[in-house]
């Protein structure tokens, strides 16, 4: 049997020394807000997971509400997630994401990040992809107000 997930997330932008994204701090003037670390990467693979399996969502797992979640590492939550996912018999087969951001370039942090996230998983990085979209310098991603990203997975069992 395949499943197949999706996960989106959106967060705001302040001013910052540095992006987390998909568990790797990449040196910048800008930095996502949230009630955790506001990794938007890991928060849409962490749903997209959950989805496919149909074991719920982040809200509703790690809720902002409880002062645990406050500033929580979000590669904690996205392996929880994938432990439940896991548990009940399934296997990542892979996935594809899309982060939106206007700066900074991604390319050049591509290969960490896709590491990073298939260490976190367990699983080789070779079934994790991450790519970058600008926002065309218009709208909230656009004029750097916020972030986004998106991920499909794809999880089987037998
Ligand atoms: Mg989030």
Redesign the pocket.
């Known amino acids: 049997m395949i499943r197949v997930g999706l996960g989106h ?3 705001r932008l302040g001013p910052g020394t540095a992006l987390v994204l998909g568990g790797v701090a990449i040196p910048h003037d800008r930095m ?1 807000l ?3 670390d ?3 990467l890991l ?2 693979i962490t749903d997209a997971l959950l989805g496919a399996a149909a074991l719920g969502d ?1 809200g509703e797992l790690f809720p902002d509400t409880d002062p645990a979640n406050k500033g929580r590492d ?1 590669a904690e939550m996205l392996a929880a997630a994938a432990g439940r996912v896991t548990a009940a018999g399934w296997r990542i087969v892979n996935l594809d994401c899309v982060i939106f951001l206007q700066r900074p370039k991604i390319l050049p942090h591509r290969a960490t990040i896709r590491e990073r996230v298939a260490a976190i998983l367990g699983i080789g990085h070779d079934r994790v992809w991450v790519k970058a979209k600008t926002g065309e310098k218009v709208g909230p991603i656009g004029e750097e107000l916020a972030i986004g990203a998106e991920c499909v997975v794809l999880i089987e069992r037998d």
Do not use: F, K, L
């Open positions: 997330d959106t967060h996502a949230g009630h955790s506001a990794d938007v928060h849409a982040i979000s």
